[in-house]
């Protein structure tokens, strides 16, 4: 549900293309006619003075300025549909492949155990290939109603002073077990610091960032994760895997809901495009900055996040 307080804003926003073809419609009309009555006036009164022709040229010019003006933004406003379009087409298409394979998987298991004699150890695989589908659901829809949540829950949430370094730990862990993977695969270089934030803002953002650089990483993975105070009294987080990047006209690009790179039906990644946009818009809450750069050696992506330290630690 839209919060009271989204509604206008929604309304102008829908509006407003609508306004301003009318607009653009009625300056048309208005130029068109003006133009016409100038010149059939000044040959009726045989008026040609310059006096005369120069305040309808002013005139006709102002007109035709706003005329472009408003083209201009219509065809901004037009590319820029046109992006959303095709973004809610490909987030479509992943949350449909997203909720259908693990419901399928899930189907399957099931109707083997009912149709089926199996051993005993075949039906712990099944239970926890199962479990680990019903993860995956319950990790999809965390996404949207983050997503959701960020839209109309308002900018203030309660705060309070949480390890910086306990929160990457947690989170390395939790990913390493969700993906089935070594606990080294993600090499932490932490140390004691102590942020002024929602806890569980914290958990969104590093979770997102290392279950994407899981999900993006070579062969074999390898995840490094390091800690740093800044001398201005802010920390850094680097999440760095090696993978295969992400262009550099695109950097921006990715913190957009529903972007994701490539075409949705020819991905090899599981993904919604709103986990970089949760990260993102937590990130500038806590009034920090995230930015991506290649890591110093080989391929791969580097996500840097600034946060301000806890002012009991500044002093």
């Known amino acids: 549900m839209v919060s009271d307080s989204k509604v206008p804003t929604l309304m102008i926003t829908r509006r407003f293309p609508i306004t301003l073809g009318v607009v653009m419609i009625v300056l048309l009309v208005v130029l068109i006619v003006g133009w016409v009555l100038v ?16 305040t309808a040229m002013s005139v006709g010019t102002v007109f035709y300025v706003l005329l472009i003006v408003g083209v201009s933004l219509y065809l901004g406003l037009s590319v820029k549909s046109i992006n959303l379009n095709r973004r809610q087409s490909n987030f479509i298409h992943s949350v449909t492949h997203e909720l259908k394979s693990p419901i399928t998987s899930m189907k399957l298991y099931l109707q083997t155990l009912n149709r089926h004699q199996v051993s005993a150890e075949q039906a712990d695989d099944f239970h926890r290939a199962m479990l680990e589908d019903v993860e995956r659901l319950d990790h999809l829809i965390d996404q949207v109603l983050e997503a959701g949540r960020l839209e109309t829950q308002p900018k203030k949430v309660p705060l309070e002073e949480v390890r910086l370094d306990e929160v990457l730990r ?16 993600i090499r932490l270089d932490v140390s004691p610091c102590t942020v002024r934030a929602a ?17 993006y990483a070579g062969n074999p993975p390898r995840i490094e994760v390091r800690l740093e105070r800044l001398d201005d009294g802010r920390s850094k987080v680097s999440v760095e895997d090696n993978g295969r990047g992400i262009p550099p006209n695109m950097r921006r ?12 039906l020819h991905r090899d990644r599981p993904g919604t495009g709103l986990g970089l946009y949760i990260v993102w818009t937590l990130v500038r809450r806590m009034k920090g900055k995230i930015c991506i750069s290649d890591p110093r050696e080989g391929p791969g992506t580097v996500f840097e996040v600034e946060l301000p330290v806890a002012q009991t630690e500044v002093a």
């Open 39 to 54: 010149f059939v006036f000044g040959a009726i009164t045989n008026d040609r003075s310059a006096a005369f022709y120069w």
């Open 170 to 185: 947690d989170c390395a862990e939790t990913t390493c077990l969700r993906y089935r993977v070594d606990p080294q695969t």
């Open 199 to 215: 806890r569980v803002d914290l958990d969104m953002i590093f979770r997102n960032l290392m279950d994407n650089a899981i999900k």
């Open 253 to 264: 690009k990715v913190f957009g809901r529903f972007v994701r790179l490539g075409l949705e």
